[in-house]
C-alpha cells in the first residue's frame, strides 16, 4: 500500500483554511526556508529569485529520498504552499497603510517536515547548486518561528482587493477585547494557497494572519 503523504493544509485546517470571518488561533512553533528581500513582488527581480529559491530547495528535500540523501525520520509529504511576512521601515505594517509597493520589506518563506534541521538544509543547498549552479541559495536560511495568538481571515480575490478583507480582520480584532501586535517578530502574515498562474484573481484564495494581544479589561 503506498504511504499516504502528509498534508499539512489539510492536516491543520485550523492553520490554512480559515473562514471568511475572522477568527482567533493560537499558532505553534513551525520550521521554515526564507528568504528575506524588499521591493514591489510583482516587478522585483529579487522577488521572483527568491521564489524559485524556496521552490528548489523545498523539492530538492522532498526528493531527497530518490538521490540517497533521505534524511533520518523522512515521511511523505505534500510540499506546504508559499507564505510571506510583510513589514515596511518606521511603521507597523498592517496591509493597508503603505501603498507604494517599492517600499514593501518582505520574508518569503516555505514550510518544512518536523525532520528538516540545519544539516538537511545544507545537504538541499548542495543539491540545489547542482541542478541549478546559477542560483544563489545562499541567500535562504532556516529559521523556527512560533506566532502565538493571532487572528486570520480567509480573503477571496485579487490581492489587489485586500485591504477590504483586512478592514473587517480589523473591525473584529477592536471588537473582541484584541490589539493587533506589530511588535519585533510579528508581522503582517499571508499564505497564498492558490497559484495566481493557474486561476483568475476573483478565484484566489489567501489566508491573512495579524498577530494580536489580549487586552486587559
Known amino acids: ?10 492536516a491543520y485546517k485550523d492553520l490554512y483554511q480559515p473562514k471568511t470571518k475572522p477568527s482567533v488561533t493560537d499558532v505553534p512553533e513551525m520550521i521554515f526556508i526564507a528568504v528575506d528581500g524588499s521591493g514591489d513582488p510583482n516587478t522585483c527581480d529579487e522577488y ?8 528548489g530547495l523545498s523539492y530538492a528535500i ?17 510540499v506546504p504552499p508559499l507564505e510571506g511576512l510583510w513589514y515596511a521601515d518606521g511603521v507597523d505594517f498592517d496591509g493597508i497603510n503603505v501603498t507604494d509597493k517599492n517600499k514593501f520589506r518582505w520574508i518569503s518563506m516555505i ?18 547548486k547542482k541542478k541549478k549552479p546559477d542560483l544563489d541559495s545562499g541567500k535562504a536560511r532556516l529559521m523556527k518561528m512560533t506566532e502565538g495568538l493571532c487572528v486570520q481571515i480567509m480573503h477571496k480575490g485579487s490581492y ?16 473582541n477585547g484584541y490589539a493587533e501586535d506589530f511588535s519585533e517578530g ?3 502574515h499571508e499564505i497564498y494557497l492558490s497559484d495566481p498562474r493557474k486561476c483568475t484573481p476573483e478565484k484566489l484564495k489567501t489566508v491573512i494572519r495579524h498577530p494580536v494581544k489580549k487586552i486587559e479589561a
Open 62 to 78: 522532498k526528493m531527497s529520498k530518490m538521490n540517497g540523501t533521505q534524511p533520518e525520520g523522512y515521511f511523505e509529504y505534500v
Open 111 to 128: 514550510r518544512q517536515p518536523e525532520f528538516v534541521t540545519e544539516d538537511v538544509f545544507e545537504q538541499a543547498k548542495i543539491s540545489l
Open 160 to 175: 489587489d482587493d485586500e485591504p477590504e478583507t483586512i478592514k473587517t480582520l480589523k473591525d473584529f480584532v477592536n471588537a
Open 48 to 55: 521572483k529569485e527568491a521564489i524559485e529559491i524556496l521552490y
Open 186 to 188: 510579528r508581522f503582517h
Open 1 to 10: 500500500m503506498q504511504e499516504e503523504k502528509l498534508d499539512y493544509k489539510k
